[in-house]
């Protein structure tokens, strides 16, 4: 569903967004009730549709940096989509060199990185940013106030998905620079999908098995077996793919 044009650029929402529209500013207002922030039920869904629009501008944050980055290698962008998983920004063409792939891929990581920093900065200018990480908890929520608290989660969230993207695994962007990586030491694209594809399948068994199976956490679980599923299927069917 297309919902504006950024930059000429076709902004899109999957379907499966759309339930978040409703589900995110109700669990947030009754988290924030429960740490004392919202007095009012008006009041805390105003504050969730807030951090609803910020995720949405954060995850265009990210998607733009690949999009301007892909421009400068006259790589134009068909489309960026949000959906459930995040979002992903569709190319009409294919990076051509192994540097044009790596710088691409970590322009969205470092784009997050850089605005989850600027918002902590904003947040506590006097005090050391990195103690509040990955996320607040009630005590600071009710010393901090609404504003600082919501920079301060949008901030821990961007950080946490910029280093979370930067994991080695299709389709995230490590996946990409891995990719990119091998690429440029072996000089075959296809192998190096391949070897990067395999790669990808021990890394999500390595960091997967353990919620699946020791911490039997089933969403865990069933998300690893279906990235499992799809590097497989990269590394014995290779297709070229863009970061997400
Ligand atoms: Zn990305």
Redesign the pocket.
Known sequence: MRVTTLSGVPIRIHYSFLPLIFLFPITTSSILVQNGLGDSYLLSVAIGLIYLFAIIGSLLV?EFA?VLCARLFGIQTMSVTINVAGAFTKFRSLAQTPKEKAFIAVS??LASLLLGLSLLMVAFPPVPYLSFLPLPGRDDFAALGIVASILCTLGGLNIIWGIG?LLPIFPL?GGHILFAYIWHRLGNEVSAQRAAARASCFMILLLFLPFAFIRRDPCMGTFGFFLLLLNLVLAFAPTHAE??
Do not use: K
């Open positions: 990210h690949h969205g990581p993207n962007d970061p997400s």
